[in-house]
């Protein structure tokens, strides 16, 4: 069964730093897709980059990097130049093309002013 | 066009009384999707509607829960004889290919 593991319970980060988030899944699947959602405190869950497993190039979005690693299982997301606003909860999730999509734990993100 | 829409926001309810969640999905979404997050913790898949389909009722937690969806429109969740264990917050999010989901803004219902 698919699974996702994100490892950091919490993290934390300077204002205007950069932070890495950790996310690892387990799929037996060669064609995916991964996402990262951010969850602010009003609870309103917005995508924030997505992941097709078939292309090699990271996906970026502004500040919002990703470090896909397909061998690995690894789907890393980068925030540069951190923001006060940044501060969310974020998930990691995987599909493999069909309707269900499996999330992480999440990782809660403390930026510091 | 217009988001995911959630009512009501919030719903306190006495243990035992019934209450219906509601969801509104984006125009033209085939799939919906309802989840539970307790507080502090991650999302947990409770049912998903894909067009005609039969619904994916594998995440309901007890017979309590049940879900109806008219069409490719508007969703009820509702929860029979509320528990102090149901406190949470109910996200439900829709998608048009079944990859991306757009979620609302959750309804958090509080059982007394």
């Known amino acids: 069964a698919q699974t996702v593991t994100q490892s950091q319970p919490e993290m934390s980060v300077q204002e205007a730093e950069t932070v890495t988030l950790s996310c690892t899944y387990d799929t037996s699947e060669s064609d995916y897709y991964l996402f990262w959602y951010k969850q602010p405190p009003s609870r309103q869950m917005i995508l924030v980059i997505r992941q097709e497993a078939y292309k090699q190039q990271n996906a970026t979005e502004n500040r919002f990097s990703v470090n896909f690693q397909k061998a690995a299982k690894s789907f890393s997301l980068k925030i540069s130049d951190s923001q006060l606003g940044d501060a969310a909860m974020y998930f990691c999730a995987y599909n493999s093309g069909g309707f269900k999509t499996i999330f992480g734990a999440g990782t809660r993100l403390f930026v510091k002013a | 066009g217009a988001g995911v829409s959630q009512s009501p926001s919030n719903k306190v309810t006495e243990k035992g009384k019934d209450v219906e969640l509601r969801c509104d999905p984006i125009s033209g979404h085939t799939a919906l999707y309802w989840y539970r997050q307790r507080l502090g913790q991650g999302l947990e898949f409770l049912i998903y509607?894909?067009?005609?389909?039969?619904?994916?009722k594998s995440g309901l937690p007890s017979d309590r829960f049940s879900a109806e969806r008219t069409g490719e429109s508007v969703s009820t969740l509702t929860i029979q004889r509320t528990q102090q264990e149901d406190s949470a917050v109910y996200l439900c999010?829709?998608?048009?290919?079944?990859?991306?989901?757009?979620f609302g803004p959750g309804t958090r219902l509080t059982v007394t």
């Open positions: 999010a829709s998608s048009y290919q079944g990859y991306e989901q757009y």
């Open positions: 509607f894909q067009g005609n389909s039969a619904p994916d």
